[in-house]
């Protein structure tokens, strides 16, 4: 039909269109030129007929794919899936966490054939997942970060989650060893349990190595407010402190700050040496192209979470390839190397852990015996509400 | 020769906004052919997403309601001359009053409990707005910029009370309040999967037009929109029609954030802050603060949002796009507010009445 000349035509106009401005998402126009003649129906027909061959593969994201953040370590893990044969991935990037994530569910069911879904936001899942794992009993939902409980949720969830905090409290012993000033500061969301724990393993780490080092945090009330994360950002900077980390849905604005006002920042999420060329000392990152690489060749064997030949509970540290550390940047010695890699080879071959008693929290009490160990599965871990000794903050408030 | 002039009208009425929309396609299928999609296969897709089949379109349909509701927000103080922008505002705090009445008397029958709800809802939303009106009306705060900052406030106070006095210690990761029970939920209407919310947009936009236009309120709400002063002079209270309408404004809203958390989340917590406020304001002046144009502009751009799947997963363009869909739509569509009046076409023929 007509559409050939106007197709050669606008793939010309995108290579211009993409130097002008990289507003446009990247990845996908490529692809989006050879299937634009498809509509709605066609995709259906497609998936009816195709799906037999290729396993249909759906991953909704919060926000762009392309933040420097938690969207874009779950978009790298899904590309890196893609190029698995066999398994073909249909992508949809800010789906809000309201009934529009149910309708985006259903129509990759309905309309792409999707029997495997990864909705990667923590909200997704209460009610929404589990609203439509009832009613689609044959499609397969795995859920980031939520509790998967046998006895209320359906047996077509599953959920898995990385114990970042290794990531980070290995970044704790880097910024340790390299501040000047001995403060270092972490710009956080909320005071929620998982973010809590990031915190207390930074400092953990930093104070293992820095016992005078000082964690200030700021808690800016949000998962994405980059103005008060830039804002956080320089009144730290203001205090001298010359390290800064965070756990925020994306870290680009607090990276970019720091590098501008010439202080240290370690990363997260994702790598973001890109953005702190000079200052970039380390970063806790997800490994979720590991952790979709293993789930699709056990989809591909034909293991099923139904039939329990895929756990409904995965978690993973280090070992299991669930987290892993961003390059070392330019500032970090050869020492502070080796002393992080030296900690990492232990929490890999389990001969420590980070909650090891006794530990008090910036309020004095003790928190963890003397007596006592966590290891990474304990659940008192994940339903921390407490900042550890030398944390400049509050729970609450 | 009347029934001639009106007819021209209605249709200055509905050309204008079609010609509009098409304006927007076409300059939106240029856009879709500088990021690499084929328009034709594009406006093909957005119709089948948002309108195509009964099962897309319920998805439009699900999309819309909140946003009927929500424009009320805007739609009713407008009327009054007010640019109200504080929906967001009212629907978190709207949600967050329903949970609470909910929790209050969740052991009473089902429909008490959802009555309760509602009425708590549009209690706390209406209170919310009716304070920018009192605002305005005794201490002249411009309306605009207090509701504006009136939603970070609520939404601070929502965080602040789902994450301390009313927070489920069990909901660890995400602070919630507690939930309302299965049986006090609202449910989807007969035979579709849209809630209630659907039912409720249309009849209270239904009802907010009869209140304007069949109502003395209504009339004494309008010439004191039209004019203060003469409104003043007239003996019209005008104090008490700020404050009233506001309240109802803020209402509409409040019963939206009511609808989320009972047909949608469940629970009270950071998700009832999802823009809804701020397309219920785009869907209101596009509607011209006609609150039944608002049914058929929230059902327009709960399309464009339905679509804006397809066009990621069939097309690749990027997730943005339907945002830029949703730009020009509304710009073209605004932009046409101003060629009323500017064709002979649709001008009544004055003419023709002297010459008999």
């Known amino acids: ?397 | 020769m009347m029934q001639m002039q009106s007819w021209r009208k209605t249709l200055e009425f509905i050309c204008i906004p079609l010609g509009a929309i098409l304006a927007a396609l076409f300059a939106f299928g240029i856009f879709c052919a500088f990021a690499g999609g084929n328009p034709f296969g594009v406006y093909y897709s957005i119709y089948r997403a948002a309108f195509g089949s009964w099962s897309a379109f319920q998805n439009t349909l699900i999309r819309a309601s909140p946003l009927m509701l929500s424009a009320l927000c805007t739609i009713l103080p407008a009327r009054l001359g007010l640019v109200i922008i504080g929906n967001e505002g009212a629907i978190v705090l709207g949600g967050l009053g329903a949970v609470a009445v909910g929790l209050a008397i969740q052991g009473g029958a089902p429909i008490i409990v959802q009555l309760g709800m509602a009425l708590g809802g549009m209690a706390v939303g209406g209170l919310w707005i009716a304070l920018v009106g009192i605002l305005r009306h005794y201490r002249a705060v411009n309306e605009t910029i207090s509701s504006l900052l009136m939603n970070y406030i609520a939404i601070a106070l929502l965080n602040q009370l789902v994450e301390g006095p009313m927070r489920d210690p069990s909901s660890l990761n995400k602070p919630s309040s507690y939930p309302i029970a299965d049986v006090n939920m609202l449910g989807n209407l007969p035979g579709m999967r849209v809630h209630y919310g659907l039912l409720f947009g249309i009849i209270a936009c239904i009802l907010a037009y009869i209140l304007i236009q069949r109502t003395t309120f209504g009339f004494a709400a309008r010439m004191a929109g039209g004019n203060l002063r003469a409104a003043k002079i007239a003996g019209l209270p005008v104090g008490k029609l700020t404050i009233a309408i506001c309240f109802l404004g803020g209402a509409c809203a409040g019963l939206a954030g009511m609808v989320e958390v009972a047909a949608v989340h469940g629970r009270a917590n950071i998700s009832l802050n999802s823009n809804y406020g701020y397309g219920g304001v785009l869907v209101a002046f596009v509607a011209r603060q006609n609150p039944l144009a608002a049914i058929l502009v929230s059902i327009m751009l709960g399309g464009i949002l339905a679509s804006a799947g397809i066009l990621q997963r069939s097309h690749g363009l990027p997730d943005a796009t339907a945002l830029v869909f949703q730009g020009l739509v509304f710009l073209s569509i605004l932009y046409s507010d101003s060629l009323y009046g500017r064709f002979d076409f649709f001008k009544e023929r004055a003419i023709a009445t002297s010459e008999v």
């Open chain 1, 1 to 397: 039909m007509n559409q050939r000349p106007f197709l050669s035509l606008s793939r010309r106009q995108v290579v211009r269109g993409l130097l002008a401005s990289t507003a446009f998402g990247v990845a996908r126009l490529a692809a989006g030129c050879s299937s634009s003649g498809d509509t709605a129906d066609d995709a259906a027909k497609d998936a009816a007929s195709t799906g037999g061959d290729d396993l249909v593969v759906g991953f909704i994201y919060v926000g762009p794919k392309d933040d420097y953040g938690y969207n874009q370590s779950h978009a790298i893990g899904a590309a890196a899936m893609a190029k698995i044969p066999g398994i073909k991935i249909v992508e949809e990037a800010n789906v809000p966490e309201t009934n529009a994530v149910q309708e985006t569910m259903r129509s990759m069911i309905e309309l792409d054939g999707a029997k495997i879904l990864f909705p990667t936001s923590f909200g997704y899942f209460d009610p929404h997942i589990l609203q439509l794992a009832e009613e689609f009993p044959e499609v397969q939902f795995f859920h980031c970060g939520s509790v998967y409980d046998e006895k209320v949720h359906p047996s077509n969830v599953g959920s898995y989650f990385g114990y970042i905090d290794e990531a980070q409290y290995i970044a704790g012993i880097v910024a340790g060893e390299t501040t000047k000033t001995d403060k270092l500061g972490f710009i956080a969301a909320k005071p929620i349990p998982q973010v809590l724990r990031n915190i207390n393993s930074f400092t953990l780490g930093a104070r293992s190595v820095n016992p005078k080092a000082t964690v200030q945090v700021i808690f800016t009330g949000d998962w994405s407010l980059p103005v008060k994360e830039s804002e956080a950002t320089n009144s730290m900077a203001d205090q001298s402190i010359d390290v800064v980390t965070c756990h925020v849905d994306s870290p680009k604005v607090i990276m970019e700050t720091a590098e501008k006002r010439g202080i240290y920042c370690s990363g997260y999420h994702t790598d973001q040496a890109p953005l702190a060329p000079k200052g970039y000392l380390t970063g806790a990152e997800w490994d979720w192209s590991s952790v979709y690489t293993q789930y699709a060749k056990d989809l591909l064997g034909g293991k099923t979470l139904m039939d329990g030949g895929i756990p409904h509970l995965l978690r993973g540290g280090f070992s299991d390839r669930f987290c892993t550390l961003s390059a070392y940047g330019p500032a970090v010695s050869e020492k502070v190397q080796a002393d992080a890699n030296a900690v990492k080879e232990k929490l890999i071959a389990n001969e420590m852990a980070i909650y090891q008693g006794e530990i008090k929290d910036n309020t004095g009490k003790v928190q963890i015996p003397s007596d006592k160990k966590y290891d990474q599965k304990a659940i008192e871990l994940e339903q921390m509400d407490w900042l550890v000794d030398g944390v400049d903050g509050k729970v609450a408030g």
